[in-house]
């Protein structure tokens, strides 16, 4: 008798503990990588300067040419500007080093060939 006393106690533990490891799972593959992604976002809009080249959340390649607290102009192409807000910077834009020169090492290893 007093061992089926326990063991119904026991089982009735076992949902919550499973529960909480649910809710624990939850915070640790859904909410914090997105507050992680957040932060970083925020630090990159920051950090932006004049002269660097962005992508908007639009998908918009600009150049940034002037900024403030709350908005950004872009040069999109030689005479034409756009101003944005802040938030509406995607990503910034890092040039391939070294992308010409492996063109021109192609180039120069097929006149070699010849």
Do not use: C, H
């Amino acid at each position: 008798m007093l061992l089926s006393e326990g063991a119904s106690g026991g089982s009735s533990l076992f949902p919550l503990i499973l529960f909480g490891a649910l809710i624990v799972g939850m915070y640790f593959l859904l909410i914090r990588p997105q507050q992680k992604r957040r932060r970083e976002m925020a630090e990159q809009q920051r950090n932006i300067g004049i002269g660097d080249e962005i992508v908007t959340i639009g998908g918009l390649y600009g150049t940034v040419v002037a900024m403030d607290d709350e908005t950004m102009t872009l040069r999109i192409s030689e005479g034409v500007t756009a101003k944005y807000a802040r938030q509406a910077f995607g990503r910034l834009v890092t040039p391939q080093d070294g992308s010409n020169e492996s063109i021109a090492d192609e180039s120069g290893d097929g006149d070699s060939a010849k």
